[in-house]
């Protein structure tokens, strides 16, 4: 299972009077065409984890490899997701959606042809030419999604993509993300704080406890959820025993 691994990761921030410890202890492994999810109360540090993972800020202590090798000299295998869309609103869709190619020097009719029918796949036909404020809050997360799928990354970080949609777009984009990810068997991290949702969503689990975060508890999610999607999971009669299990745990941590 040597796809993700993480070694002792602790991670303190420093000012010039205080010390934060964020995250202390995390050790864990992620299998190649895994989908786990990271769920925990706010300021665990979720989303400094993910930056650790990213190689965005180097953590205090531990280390994290990909394929064994050290994060930080895997350049692009990594594409990373977040709450905000972050689409340039002075830019067309296309635009937006090559800009990752375009920035590595990697733009080529390939795949070019390949993200252009990522957007398809997204039910966005037509939009190319659209730009950011004509589309709908969920519209654009899906065009993040196939901007961040542009340049085929190994591992994708979602941080709280669909926290900001309505319950029913939500809905549907987990669906949309996890189908899609599921064929191009992509690894993935999801960040949460909807229970339902990493269930729906996960192979795996990682509760953390509260500030400093911790590994507070594993939950693998059964089988007969795992092979529905995630609406036909939130219906089946496995997930609201979980839920409850889940529930219970992450009301004795807050
Ligand atoms: P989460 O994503 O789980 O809500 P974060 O990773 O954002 O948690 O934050 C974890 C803790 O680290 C919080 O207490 C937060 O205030 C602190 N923190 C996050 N970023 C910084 C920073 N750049 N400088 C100092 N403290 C930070
Ligand atoms: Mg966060």
Known sequence: MNFLKLEGIHHSYFSKSTATTALSDISLEVGEGEFISFLGPSGCGKTTLLS?????IKPTEGIVTLENKPIRKTGNSIGYMLQQDYLFPW?????NILLGLKLGKNLNSRNKAYTLDLLHQMGLKGF?????????????????????????????LLDEPFSALDYQTKL????????????????AILVTHDIGEAIAMSNRIYLFSARPGRIFQIFTVPRELRELSPFHARNHESFSEIFQTIWKELDSIE
């Open 52 to 56: 650790i993972i990213a190689g965005i």
């Open 91 to 95: 830019k067309t869709i296309e635009e």
């Open 128 to 156: 190319e030419a659209q730009y950011p404020k004509q589309l709908s809050g969920g519209m654009r997360q899906r065009v993040a999604l196939v901007r961040t799928l542009s340049t085929e990354p190994k591992l994708l």
């Open 172 to 187: 549907n984009l987990e669906d949309l993300v996890s189908n899609t990810l599921k064929s191009f068997k992509k690894t």
